[in-house]
């Protein structure tokens, strides 16, 4: 059985940071593409970033120079530091697995995890 679980999320005030990991179990990690969407109220789902399996990474320009993501396949765990966090970053964040190939396929998703950030 395939799980994907974060943790991690909570509030913060604008400008704190935060760090999301999301623990795998069943699945050969290493041979994932892993990431994180997000999704705010009434808003469409958004692609966040992802890491290859060659550490190759990706990201929306919304969060550029503020979030990395990154992976340890020794614990089979993806990480997302969140820095200078802004109001509109709340979201319940997603990770996801995801076979190299097909592309822009996803194979598994966590249960997500909200952050809020709020004065």
């Known amino acids: 059985q395939v799980q994907l679980v974060e943790s991690g999320g909570g509030l913060v005030q604008p400008g704190g940071s935060l760090r999301l990991s999301c623990a795998a179990s069943?699945?050969?990690?290493?041979?994932?593409?892993m990431g994180w969407f997000r999704q705010a109220p009434e808003k469409q789902r958004e692609l966040v970033t992802r890491?290859?399996?060659?550490?190759?990474?990706n990201y929306a320009d919304s969060v550029k120079g503020r979030f990395t993501i990154s992976r340890d396949n020794a614990k089979n765990t993806v990480y997302l530091q969140m820095n200078s966090l802004k109001p509109e970053d709340t979201a319940v964040y997603y990770c996801?697995?995801?076979?190299?190939?097909?592309?822009?396929?996803?194979?598994?998703w966590g249960q997500g995890t909200q952050v809020t950030v709020s004065s």
């Open positions: 069943g699945i050969i990690f290493s041979t994932y593409d």
């Open positions: 890491i290859t399996t060659r550490g190759i990474t």
């Open positions: 996801y697995a995801a076979k190299p190939w097909p592309p822009n396929t996803y194979d598994y």
